[in-house]
């Protein structure tokens, strides 16, 4: 899927799934809303991967942009050069990524997604932040993985012990990324979560 539909595909998800676990807007408002914007990144997060990704620019993290930002450095305080330095290095480590991972790759194993995910917990843990935050990132970035199962060339969901591309549906079901089918499959998904989420709520 394109990253505007995960990012669509994502925040659904990860609202629905705040929503039914007792985090909602009006009640927790801060942490509705941070959850939803980690979950939302998370659900782009699996495509550093692929060059010009949807997750680097919503960040702005372009090397090129960020070593311009630099070499401006006497025009800029401390805390802007922090900032600037910190860009580069995230930046030239998603260069790294893109130039030896394959699309859809280690970053779209179920492995990888589950490993990030005990990461998450293990830092709302540890420095005592609200388990909503971590549950929003574990949601958004398996959001991607099931986006992405659902198109024609599938997602190593079980790799590296099966080295193989799962589709989640029958292949004629499956949509082509960038197509008009992608649209449709993405409202049926929206839907679906949506339909989940209320019966949830009123069960």
Known sequence: MLGQSHAILGATAVGSALMVTGTNIVDHPITFIFGLTIGTLAALLPDIDSPHNTFRKSLGLN?????????????????????????????????????????????HWGATAGFFTLGAYWFCTTFSLPDPLWIAF???????????????????????????????????????????????????????????????LIG
Not at 158 to 172: S, Y
Not at 176 to 185: N, Y
Request: glycine share 8%; proline share 4%; aromatic share 14%.
């Open 63 to 107: 090397t090129s942009k960020a070593f311009r930002d630099l070499t401006r450095w006497r025009k800029r305080n401390f805390l802007q050069l922090t900032i600037d330095l910190i860009q580069i290095w995230i930046a030239l480590i998603l260069d790294f990524v893109d130039k030896f991972m394959p699309h859809r790759g280690p970053t």
């Open 138 to 200: 574990g949601v958004g970035y398996f959001s991607h993985l099931l986006g992405d199962g659902v198109t024609k060339q599938g997602v190593k969901f079980l790799a590296p012990a099966h080295d193989k591309f799962i589709r989640l549906l029958p292949k004629f079901l499956c949509v082509r990324t960038g197509s008009f089918g992608e649209k449709i499959m993405l409202s049926f998904l929206v839907s679906l979560i949506l339909g989940w989420m209320f019966w949830m």
